[in-house]
């Protein structure tokens, strides 16, 4: 579980951006990123792993440690600790094989 | 020389040492550009600092924090191009499709490849939080103190649930410090720092209170000390849980202990990020007391590539203060390899740099010989993954040593460690040391991965779609107003 | 002490006092061909020491596509490759492993009528020629054996037993099963001289002298230096064939698709990774075994992969490399005696298509140096054709 301090709070009410987390409306502020969204939603893994189909959730928040991988907009294998939230984005859970869009 | 995407100096990071640099550079009218893979600048130390929701409330992250702001905003008024959202994925000299003088850098913006051409390339690429594994490091719960601190710094978002920290060093003090001005509960602050070290560090003690660290950092501890149940002197550090964190067990005082988390934020020192720098050809070398591989440079940042700079702690740990005064070294010197000054005048400029990068590393002997992490959590064994990106266990990789994978590359090889997207970041010196260990040979014996480009992964469409020389110059974003 | 030392006179035991090691044969370099043949030759009940620069599999070896391919190759190349492949069929018998090995065909595909053309001449050649294992795919078939490759493709050659194995443990099971039968490798050991002194080989390294009846010169990109010492130049130039890796892919490919006029091979393992090569070659610095990889080339090839298998747009590299292979100007190896000095031996220059022959080539070299001969025509390929 995480929450936002009063200060980011505010700022979500007078500049609120609209996204789905796993086709669920979540109210975030402007200059969140993905992960950050994510945690403050209640999900604490993003995605399984493609070996053994393990459950991860952000781990650096600095983008190198790759296990914040995300389906943004259906996008695969999109960082979300390095991509900020925009107005109607669609974000969702990366299944164990990453999928590729045919 | 500009025409668009041919520069004087090309700098990788825009941290303290890549911000200073870039100022320093344009003072002496040099084009430059400052390629950041982040949206706004700051590197890491100071993320966030021109966009945070805590500017109202400067106590919490506290004044170090946001003195960054200003050496932000100069950099952000100077003339120095910015590429923000800039993944850089490979720098190349031999293959470069201009004159040879020239390295090439390929790099992303938006899923869209991009080069471009610099005659100097400043790496200053910064540090990332060294491995720390333990059983069930990989849980979702458990994450690294820099990436909670990231989190409140960015976003002003804090963990709710049952917290433990564990770890050694002041990173873990000054999280601790700042929750605690922030009003987040802490159940328990584990301090693996070993102990008995501080009588055989006497003779470094003298520097270390003379240092600017010194008294603020015994203010900070003592507060956290007073208000967060610390403990020392643990072993058999263990994160328990099926899908996710649910308790932090481990021994202390001969007691095994137990604490119900949903949080756990490691932290054991931070190492620099060498990926770029190595699969340029830099040299690296171990460093014993700091426990990792450092890019070797000279005093004034030249590497044993022409051209190639760092700076930084991509140079080594050495903190953001010695960051910012190290980069303006850097590019002074890189200003007299262009012509811009002569000699001596290059070697008078840089007093007042050398002087305080000298207070501002006063103390770092004791520092780093204090805080050097336990052989213990370096060195795991059994089921603890030491690979994350591809689950690899210490007692898999302890066993291929006896099969004769005597190095890193032919672990890489034969168990696929290092072969996942973080490119041995967060496995690279655990794996180092497995392999001196289960040899019984130093960490420089052992030696390295041997790391390619691409740094950063890149889609094949990406590369298909590559622009050759010209095109990039309509499809290069540039950043140069405040974010 | 060794038979041999005995028969030495008393200068040449002197020098084996002051710890010169000794050995029937010693072979040179500790890639795959190297390394089959001093299993071969260890089998057999030779004395074999191998001399490694860096560690067993460092190069082409251990880095390259692990091709397992019959279709397709030069036509001097054939009965070595066919034999071979009956050597890899039952690999795990021979080396204690199965290396990986699956049989999931190849095949080279024909983009347009110019290809179709290209492939069903050879076609015919190999059926003049009384060869069956490559035969034609008619396009709807390739489309139904390859659902994902584009549409429009215009047909294939296959070599239904061909496949792909995985070059570095492949690599690394030749010199176990090596060292099991008694052959010693010395990783780490660079030879600077090579000299012949009454009868026997002299090698000068940077880990002291070694000597040997017989010497074997399987040093890779580096062998003509070797070759060079006894007034044998051959015109090997070191190339860097580049791949990439993709993160594992769901799977969509069981063959190991080639291209006919434009470089590329294309295959997914079982660990469902993509590996993308082909040929397209990096910037190489054999003497400091350092190699740049060119991305202007690369794009080239992900732009071909993306137009046979659109949805690859999507797949992400994780990792490139290049290694250093030799290459000789008609593309076929040199392997056979030497033309100019007794009892050396040659096994390199594989052209970047080396893999599948291990095997096989460990044999006929074993068989060259301790029979004297070999049943495989072996001809083409003798060191002599270039002086």
């Not at chain 2, 400043?122 to 690294?144: K, N």
């Not at chain 3, 044969?25 to 795959?32: A, E, F, R, T």
């Not at chain 3, 791949?243 to 091979?265: A, C, D, I």
């Amino acid at each position: 579980m995480f929450k936002r301090l009063p200060e980011a709070q505010a700022e979500v009410m007078v500049n609120p951006v609209r996204v789905t987390v796993n086709g669920m409306e979540v109210v975030c502020r402007n200059g969140d990123s993905v992960a950050s969204v994510l945690f403050v939603a209640g999900i604490l893994a993003c995605r399984d792993t493609p070996v053994k189909g393990t459950p991860r959730g952000p781990f650096c928040m600095m983008g190198v440690c790759f296990d914040c991988l995300v389906n943004i907009d259906d996008v695969p294998n999109q960082q979300g600790c390095m991509v900020l939230v925009k107005p109607g984005m669609k974000i969702e859970r990366q299944q164990g094989l990453r999928e590729v869009q045919t | 020389m500009n025409t668009g995407t041919n520069y004087d100096v090309a700098i990788i990071g825009a941290g303290p040492a890549g911000m200073a640099a870039a100022i320093s550079l344009t003072k002496f009218g040099i084009n430059v550009v400052v390629l950041d893979e982040n949206v706004s600048a700051g590197g890491q130390i100071y993320r966030g600092v021109t966009t945070s929701p805590l500017s109202a409330k400067p106590q919490i992250l506290g004044d170090d924090y946001w003195s960054g702001q200003k050496l932000v905003k100069e950099f952000l008024e100077s003339s120095a191009e910015r590429i923000a959202g800039a993944s850089v994925w490979a720098v190349s000299q031999h293959t470069s499709g201009s004159e040879q003088s020239h390295f090439e850098i390929g790099y992303s913006v938006n899923a869209q490849s991009n080069i471009m051409h610099a005659r100097h390339v400043l790496l200053a690429t910064g540090a990332h939080e060294r491995p720390f594994p333990i059983p069930g490091w990989t849980l979702p719960g458990v994450m690294t103190a820099g990436a909670a601190q990231s989190l409140l710094k960015s976003t002003a978002i804090v963990p709710s649930g049952r917290l433990v920290l564990a770890g050694c060093g002041p990173l873990l003090y000054l999280i601790a410090w700042q929750y605690l001005n922030a009003g987040v509960k802490i159940e328990a602050f584990l301090d693996t720092t070993p102990k008995g070290r501080i009588p055989n560090l006497w003779p470094y003690a003298f520097d270390f209170m003379r240092s600017p660290y010194f008294l603020k950092g015994l203010k900070l501890v003592r507060e956290v000390k007073a208000n967060v149940n610390v403990i020392k002197s643990l072993s058999g550090l263990v994160a328990n849980g099926q899908e996710k964190l649910e308790s932090v067990t481990f021994k202390s005082a001969s007691k095994n202990q137990s604490i119900e988390a949903d949080h756990l934020l490691l932290h054991q020192g931070v190492i620099p990020n060498i990926n770029l720098a190595q699969a340029i050809g830099v040299t690296l070398e171990w460093n014993d007391i700091l426990k990792c591989w450092v890019p070797m440079s000279d005093a004034w940042g030249n590497t044993n590539i022409e051209r190639i700079h760092m700076a930084g702690d991509a140079a080594g740990i050495a903190g953001a203060w010695a960051a910012e005064s190290r980069g303006q070294l850097v590019a002074t010197d890189i200003a007299y390899q262009l012509g811009k000054l002569s000699l001596a005048q290059r070697d008078i400029s840089v007093t007042e740099h050398r002087k305080v990068y000298a207070r501002a590393t006063r103390g770092r002997e004791f520092f780093d010989r204090l805080f050097q992490p336990a052989q213990a959590f370096r060195r795991p064994t059994g089921d603890t993954v030491v690979c994350r990106c591809e689950e690899i266990t210490a007692q898999q990789v302890r066993e291929t040593v006896k099969i004769g994978c005597t190095g890193p590359n032919q672990m890489k090889s034969f168990l696929r460690c290092g072969m996942g997207l973080c490119q041995g970041r967060f496995c690279a010196v655990t794996v180092t040391e497995l392999i001196a260990d289960e040899r019984g040979v130093s960490e420089s014996e052992v030696g390295h991965y041997r790391l390619r480009f691409p740094t950063k992964p890149l889609t094949l469409g990406e590369l298909a779609t590559l622009p050759q020389t010209d095109e990039s110059i309509s499809a290069v974003v540039r950043l140069k107003k405040p974010v | 002490m060794s038979q041999l030392v005995q028969s030495l006179d008393l200068k040449n035991r002197c020098d084996v006092m002051r710890n010169i090691v000794t050995s029937d044969v010693i072979v040179i370099g500790g890639g795959l061909h190297g390394s089959s043949t001093a299993m071969n030759l260890a089998k057999a009940g030779a004395e074999v020491l191998l001399l490694e620069k860096n560690y067993v599999g460092r190069h082409a070896s251990g880095v390259n596509a692990g091709g397992v391919r019959t279709l397709t190759r030069h036509m001097a190349e054939v009965p070595l490759s066919l034999a071979s492949q009956q050597i890899w069929a039952n690999i795990q018998d021979h080396v204690d492993d199965d290396c990986g090995f699956e049989i999931c065909g190849q095949m080279r595909v024909a983009e347009h009528e110019a290809d179709v053309k290209t492939l069903r001449d050879r076609l015919a050649l190999m059926q003049s020629k009384g060869y069956t294992h490559e035969e034609w795919v008619e396009p709807a078939d390739v489309c139904k054996m390859i659902p994902s490759i584009v549409p429009t493709i215009k047909g294939g050659l296959i070599a239904r037993h061909d496949g792909a194995a995985d070059p570095y443990r492949t690599t690394l099971a030749f010199r176990r099963k090596a060292q099991q039968y008694g052959a010693d490798f010395r990783e780490g050991v660079t030879v600077h001289q090579v000299a012949k002194r009454n009868q026997s080989w002299w090698v000068d390294t940077d880990a002291g002298q070694f000597q040997s009846r017989v010497l074997v010169n399987c040093a890779g990109a580096w062998a003509d230096k070797i070759a060079a010492q006894f007034g044998e130049f051959v015109p090997l130039k070191a190339v860097g064939p580049m791949m990439l890796v993709t993160t594992r892919m769901p799977h969509f490919l069981e063959t190991v698709v080639l291209g006919t006029s434009r470089p590329l091979s294309f295959k997914q393992r079982a660990n469902g990774t993509v590996l993308i090569g082909g040929g397209h070659l990096a910037w190489v610095d054999r003497n400091r075994d350092v190699t740049e990889l060119d991305f202007h080339a690369l794009s080239k090839g992900a732009k071909t992969v993306c137009e046979l298998f659109p949805h690859m747009r999507n797949a992400v590299i994780s990792r490139g490399w290049a290694g250093i292979e030799a290459s000789m100007p008609d593309g076929i190896p040199v392997i056979g005696p030497s033309g100019v000095e007794e009892n050396l031996f040659h096994a390199f220059g594989f052209s970047t298509h080396g893999f599948q022959l291990g095997p096989v080539v460990g044999q006929i070299m074993k068989d060259l140096i301790l029979s004297g001969t070999t049943d495989l025509p072996i001809e083409p390929f003798h060191i002599s054709r270039f002086s």
